[in-house]
């Protein structure tokens, strides 16, 4: 099993920059990419931002590239979103996303494990 423990979510202003953070433990190897969903009231959860650890690579919504950049350590399984230039309509619930599987997409029902969420909400 795998634990996933977010942190650094808050309230902030439109313009400004907020920096999350995902630390996993129990049986992580075997994790291969790890990443953000969110999901905003009355909406559907969204894939955000996702990073393979093999090669490095990432990948954003469109409707963050740009201003999101995600980061990591493979070592220690650890994820860090860096969201600059925020906007109201970034609020929401982030999630932190950890993939086992190879193969297999990003969408949400291939997603092996979840952290609890934290809450990002970014006033007008």
């Known amino acids: 099993q795998v634990q996933l423990v977010e942190s650094g979510g808050g309230l902030v202003q439109a313009g400004d920059s907020l920096r999350l953070s995902c630390a996993a433990s129990?049986?992580?190897?075997?994790?291969?990419?790890m990443g953000w969903f969110r999901q905003a009231p009355g909406k559907e959860r969204e894939f955000v931002t996702a990073?393979?650890?093999?090669?490095?690579?990432?990948r954003y919504a469109d409707s963050v590239k740009g201003r999101f950049t995600i980061s990591g350590n493979n070592a220690k399984n650890t994820t860090f979103l860096q969201m600059n230039s925020l906007k109201p309509e970034d609020t929401a619930v982030y999630y932190c996303?950890?993939?086992?599987?190879?193969?297999?997409?990003?969408?949400?029902?291939?997603?092996?494990?979840w952290g609890q969420g934290t809450q990002v909400t970014v006033s007008s």
């Open positions: 990073i393979r650890w093999s090669v490095g690579s990432t």
């Open positions: 129990g049986r992580t190897f075997g994790i291969n990419r």
């Open positions: 996303a950890a993939w086992m599987g190879y193969g297999v997409g990003y969408a949400l029902v291939h997603v092996d494990y």
